[in-house]
């Protein structure tokens, strides 16, 4: 059995800037990564009152998760997995701060 495709996080927080690129003082974090339920919008007065971020749509909140996720894999011509390649490829990642579970990551800010 292969290894891979395989799944990575990485943090997607982003602190909020001014017009000039500045740090805002006292600002709350920017959760920027993938929607937790796409298709599933939740009315948004209760969520906001349980502090659960995510993007409004009209009234309602589609939550999102504090990180991103990659699909980690190299194939083949012949659309059979590269173990090694992917390997390599996942090491290159885990360089950048992309871990194997969101329970590994840490509570950092993108600076992007």
């Given at each position: ?5 395989r799944?990575?996080y990485?943090t ?8 000039f ?5 006292g600002a709350e974090p920017?959760?920027?990564?993938d929607?937790?339920?796409?298709n599933y919008p939740?009315p ?5 009152a349980h502090?659960v ?9 589609i939550?999102q998760?504090?990180y991103?996720t ?5 194939y083949?011509?012949n659309?059979v997995v590269d173990?090694?390649?992917s390997?390599?490829?996942e090491?290159?990642?885990t360089?950048e ?11 950092e800010?993108?600076?992007?």
């Amino acid at each position: 059995m292969s290894d891979y495709p395989r799944v990575l996080y990485h943090t997607a927080i982003k602190r909020p800037r001014n017009i000039f690129g500045k740090l805002i003082e006292g600002a709350e974090p920017v959760h920027d990564g993938d929607l937790a339920n796409p298709n599933y919008p939740t009315p948004n007065a209760p969520e906001s009152a349980h502090g659960v971020k995510g993007r409004s749509m009209g009234e309602h909140l589609i939550p999102q998760h504090h990180y991103r996720t990659m699909t980690v894999v190299k194939y083949f011509d012949n659309n059979v997995v590269d173990e090694e390649a992917s390997k390599i490829e996942e090491e290159r990642l885990t360089t950048e701060g992309w871990v194997r579970h969101p329970d590994l990551l840490k509570e950092e800010y993108d600076e992007e």
